[in-house]
């Protein structure tokens, strides 16, 4: 399984950037798929993450109301639409497949990472 992010970039404080990510080497079937970030020196953290029907969402609080993640079965991906951006959301941002489909099941497989810069 390969997961292939894009849409990092450099944004002005306010801004807005989307990252995509797709999966090749299998479909997602029923796992949960997110999104975490690692700040420079700093642990890489949750940010976002939804079941596979889409209706189910789970953020951290500290992107609640900003931040959206949406994914399309049919087309193997997961998207993350960040709104109001801010300095501190600076970080390389990291799709996830989970082995299951609970949070509780954990991360199985990592994509290779994107970066977002927030300037103020």
């Known amino acids: 399984v390969q997961l292939q992010a894009s849409g990092g970039g450099l944004v002005q404080a306010g801004g807005s950037l989307s990252l995509s990510c797709a999966a090749t080497?299998?479909?997602?079937?029923?796992?949960?798929m997110g999104w975490f970030r690692q700040a420079p020196g700093k642990d890489r953290v949750f940010v976002a993450a939804?079941?596979?029907?889409?209706?189910?969402?789970f953020y951290a609080d500290s992107v609640k109301g900003r931040f959206a993640i949406s994914r399309d079965n049919a087309k193997n991906t997961v998207s993350l639409q960040m709104n109001s951006l801010k300095p501190e959301d600076t970080a390389v941002y990291y799709c996830?497949?989970?082995?299951?489909?609970?949070?509780?099941?954990?991360?199985?497989?990592w994509g290779q990472g994107t970066q977002v810069t927030v300037s103020s």
């Open positions: 080497g299998r479909t997602f079937g029923s796992s949960v």
């Open positions: 996830a497949l989970y082995r299951g489909a609970t949070m509780n099941s954990g991360v199985a497989y």
């Open positions: 939804l079941a596979w029907g889409g209706e189910t969402t």
